[in-house]
């Protein structure tokens, strides 16, 4: 099986767990999705410091 076809099969996997992970688990999956789809984030580092102070501001 090509190393494609295994992330398509995990991809259909990860749609019938018997149980929902955590929070943490879910951000981690999402953000190996995002590596492998998308390959490595080139946004404003502006953009993420603002939007982290505003995750920061809501903390409470």
Same mark, same amino acid.
Do not use: C, H, P, V
């Given at each position: 099986?090509?190393?494609?076809?295994? +992330?398509?099969q %995990?991809q259909q996997?990860?749609?019938n767990?018997s149980?929902r992970s955590?929070?943490?688990t879910?951000?981690? &999956?999402?953000a190996l +999705?995002?590596? %492998?789809t998308?390959?490595?984030?080139?946004g404003?580092?502006?953009?993420?410091?603002?939007?982290?102070?505003l &995750?920061?501001e809501?903390?409470?």
């Amino acid at each position: 099986m090509s190393l494609q076809a295994q +992330f398509e099969q %995990a991809q259909q996997d990860s749609k019938n767990l018997s149980e929902r992970s955590d929070n943490l688990t879910l951000l981690k &999956i999402y953000a190996l +999705f995002k590596q %492998a789809t998308a390959g490595d984030e080139e946004g404003s580092d502006d953009a993420m410091q603002a939007y982290i102070d505003l &995750i920061n501001e809501l903390k409470g």
